[in-house]
């Protein structure tokens, strides 16, 4: 066998989509079915959309269209509008459908978690061995930890659904400022008449998830009822190295996630193209993907860095860039964000307290 991938998830079907249409591969996953339990938003954009067709009937799993964002700041006072393409997928279907393709190029075995002994895979009923290993076993990879990969950090994320008025059916809400993550954000992004709810943060998400519908100006208003399916997974801090000779890593269990969202569907789509195009060259894997995305990660950790800064100094920020307009900025590449330099520049050169501020908080 040429390849096997330990994970049934996203990532590790598209790694066996891409990688079974050429090689010899077998798909373990422990579980019955992919996508359970589920641990997504299920926000994609538009380019990730579209990827995802080219390998499954992606619009079975669509629950909404989205055009658009609505950032509040600390105090929900001050609301910035960003426009944008995106869709909301039911990952429950989505990841089904994927692994469905998954197995018509692939020989996929279910309800079968894979152990290791260095390069053999021991599962409940076969011991097989591979020329190579993928690890595509999510957050608290097995395969990661066998080979000796460094590890990384984690965010929490909790999420319920929730009767929820929005401000607008089609756009998503993010909510920045300490009340609400200690670390990171807030969010609610609509499917009609309800939203997913949820709060990313280093500790207690559950208590800012509380906070934000009970009290956020905006928000409390607007949840009727309790919550039905409270979900929570981890969400990694960062990206570690991911590839040796013969064993590779991709998905959550690389940190292969935007570092400014926690999404990270897109960033596997894009690392099972350079996994299939480099394979069976697992360092040319690594070499190739951090070609396309090292700038995206070095702009998304700019970006993240923000949302811990002090409720004032985002307020600030926030009437900084009021009226600012996101057209030419998408979702999935902060770099894009270069495209503006000039107009954010000018912005906080009026306030040059705040510029100084960010500069130090960001770069010293
Ligand atoms: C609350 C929350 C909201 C999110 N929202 C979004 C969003 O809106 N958009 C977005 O793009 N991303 C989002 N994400 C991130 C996204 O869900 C993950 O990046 C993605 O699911 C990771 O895919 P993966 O295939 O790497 O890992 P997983 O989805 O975790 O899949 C790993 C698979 O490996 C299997 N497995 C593990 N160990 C073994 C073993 N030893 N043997 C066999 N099988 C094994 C598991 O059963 C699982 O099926 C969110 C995450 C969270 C927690």
């Known amino acids: 066998m040429d390849a096997a991938v330990v994970g049934g998830g996203p990532a590790g079907s598209l790694a066996a989509i891409l990688l079974g249409k050429s090689y010899d591969v077998a798909l373990f996953e422990e579980h019955q079915s992919a996508g359970f339990p589920v641990q997504c938003a299920g926000l994609v954009s538009d380019k990730c959309y579209k990827k995802l067709k080219e390998h499954c009937k992606a619009e079975k799993a669509i629950e909404n269209h989205i055009k658009g964002a609505f950032f509040f700041s600390p105090s929900g006072k001050i609301v910035l509008e960003g426009r944008g393409e995106a869709v909301v997928v039911e990952r429950k279907i989505l990841d089904r459908l994927l692994f469905e393709r998954a197995a018509e190029r692939a020989k996929v075995f279910v309800k079968e978690k894979a152990r290791l002994n260095g390069f053999r895979i021991i599962t409940p009923s076969r011991e097989v061995s591979a020329e190579k290993i993928i690890g595509a076993d999510g957050v608290n990879s097995t395969v990661r930890e066998h080979f000796g990969f460094p590890t990384m950090g984690f965010f929490t994320a909790v999420q319920v659904e929730a009767k929820f008025e929005p401000l607008d059916e089609n756009c998503v809400e993010l909510y920045f400022g300490g009340n609400w993550s200690d670390s990171f954000f807030a969010y609610a992004i609509p499917l009609g008449d309800t939203a997913r709810i949820g709060v990313v943060s280093r500790s207690s998400p559950l208590r800012y998830l509380e906070n934000l519908m009970k009290r956020h100006p905006s928000v409390s208003g607007r949840v009727e009822g309790s919550a039905v399916e409270l979900n929570a997974g981890a969400i990694p801090d ?3 190295k991911f590839s040796k000779r ?102 906080l050169l009026r306030k040059p307290s705040l510029a100084f501020y960010l500069v130090k908080s960001l770069f010293l």
């Not at 996630?257 to 999404?263: A, D, E, I, L, W």
């Not at 995206?296 to 009437?319: I, T, W």
Request: hydrophobic residues 40%; charged residues 30%.
């Open 238 to 240: 960062r990206l570690v």
């Open 246 to 347: 013969d064993v590779a890593l991709i998905g959550d269990a690389a940190g292969m996630v935007k570092p400014y969202t926690g999404g990270g569907l897109y960033y596997h789509l894009i690392a099972a193209e350079k996994l299939a195009e480099s394979f069976p060259d697992l360092k040319g894997y690594e070499k190739s993907y951090l070609k396309e995305m090292g700038r995206e990660y070095r702009f998304g950790y700019a970006v993240r860095k923000l949302y811990s800064l002090p409720d004032e100094k985002l307020e600030q920020l926030f009437s900084a860039m009021a009226d600012f307009d996101f057209r030419g900025v998408h979702m999935d590449s902060p770099s894009t964000l270069i495209r503006k330099a000039a107009d954010i520049s000018f912005r």
